[in-house]
Antibody, heavy 120, light 110 residues
Framework: EVQLVESGGGLVQPGGSLRLSCSAS????????MHWVRQAPGKGLEHVSA????????YYTDSMKGRFTISRDNSMNTLYLQMSSLRAEDTAVYYC?????????????WGKGTTVTVSS | QSVLTQPPSVSAAPGQKVTISCSGS????????VSWYQQLPGTAPKLLIY???KRPSGIPDRFSGSKSGTSATLGITGLQTGDEADYYC???????????FGGGTKLTVL
């Protein structure tokens, strides 16, 4: 069974940092692009970042550029999102999502999400 | 403001058919595959349609997708109360080099 399990969420002060992790199992991790997608309370889905299969190509939505860094460890089947200079508007549920073979492909399996709250 | 435009809500009676539209531009829908996602209350989104009109294993054929130019449409026939959910379209935007989603459409089965 394909599984994605996020961890690392929590309460952080504005301007602080947080590192999210996503442990993947049940599929060939190194053959799938991966994504982070977030959803603010009561709002819609927002693409955060994508990374290609070997980690050499990364993509970010404009509002996250320079503050968030996506990375992956194919030997550990783990996806990461390093978040810094956090703002109140970054408060959301962050989903780890398995993609197709390319970063521009569909997103076919979603984790349950981890909640990030940015507040003083 | 979402890059892709969806109606905020649609409704129909059980057993009826409903369509949900998704409007974009040449940098996204027109030149990339469209996916549709269903998000039941309190749960993570689930892939319903990928590559414009393909259904993942386990998705009933009551759900269908189509694309024409800069727009895409999700169709649901034989509506059931269990279909009440938020539905999102998504694709890649080649100009932004990022994924983009519609604002979501809340389906109510009356």
């Amino acid at each position: 069974e394909v599984q994605l399990v996020e961890s690392g969420g929590g309460l952080v002060q504005p301007g602080g940092s947080l590192r999210l992790s996503c442990s993947a199992s049940g599929f060939t991790f190194s053959s799938s692009a991966m994504h982070w997608v977030r959803q603010a309370p009561g709002k819609g889905l927002e693409h955060v970042s994508a990374i290609n299969i070997n980690g050499r190509n990364t993509y970010y939505t404009d509002s996250m550029k320079g503050r968030f860094t996506i990375s992956r460890d194919n030997s550990m089947n783990t996806l990461y999102l390093q978040m810094s200079s956090l703002r109140a508007e970054d408060t959301a549920v962050y989903y780890c999502v398995k993609g197709g073979p390319y970063s521009s492909s569909y997103m076919d399996v979603w984790g349950k999400g981890t909640t990030v709250t940015v507040s003083s | 403001q979402s890059v892709l435009t969806q109606p905020p809500s649609v409704s129909a009676a059980p057993g009826q058919k409903v369509t949900i539209s998704c409007s974009g531009s040449s940098s996204n829908i027109a030149n990339n595959y469209v996916s549709w996602y269903q998000q039941l209350p309190g749960t993570a989104p689930k892939l319903l349609i990928y590559e414009n009109n393909k259904r993942p294993s386990g998705i009933p054929d009551r759900f269908s997708g189509s694309k024409s130019g800069t727009s895409a449409t999700l169709g649901i026939t034989g509506l059931q109360t269990g279909d009440e959910a938020d539905y999102y379209c998504g694709t890649w935007d080649s100009s932004l080099s990022a994924g983009v989603f519609g604002g979501g459409t809340k389906l109510t089965v009356l």
